[in-house]
Nanobody
Framework: QVQLVESGGGLVQAGGSLRLSCAAP????????MGWYRQAPGKQREFVAR???????NYADSVKGRFTISRDNAKNTVYLQMNSLKPEDTAVYYC?????????WGQGTQVTVSS
């Protein structure tokens, strides 16, 4: 079992920034990719960003140009830098780690953006 631990969520005003962290229990280079999803109240969980072992990244259209995913292999940590936050970014953010055949999920961290 892989336990991913997210941190960095909180309350921020619109236009502000937050950086989420996701700590993994082992070398993240062992995962095919790592990513972030989010789920707003009353909505389905949706993809936010992903970074592969080879450092390729992709983003949801709604966050392109505002969010940046990165990884620090030495710290076994993946980050999501979120800038120019909007009220519609309010959600629980989940970290994921892709292995061959399965995806691991963290417990989530709440991000609330006030208008």
């Amino acid at each position: 079992q892989v336990q991913l631990v997210e941190s960095g969520g909180g309350l921020v005003q619109a236009g502000g920034s937050l950086r989420l962290s996701c700590a993994a229990p082992r070398n993240i280079f062992s995962f095919v990719a790592m990513g972030w999803y989010r789920q707003a109240p009353g909505k389905q969980r949706e993809f936010v960003a992903r970074i592969t072992r080879g450092d390729s990244t992709n983003y949801a259209d709604s966050v392109k140009g505002r969010f940046t995913i990165s990884r620090d292999n030495a710290k076994n940590t993946v980050y999501l830098q979120m800038n120019s936050l909007k009220p519609e970014d309010t959600a629980v953010y989940y970290c994921t780690a892709d292995s061959v055949g399965r995806t691991y999920w963290g417990q989530g961290t709440q991000v609330t953006v006030s208008s």
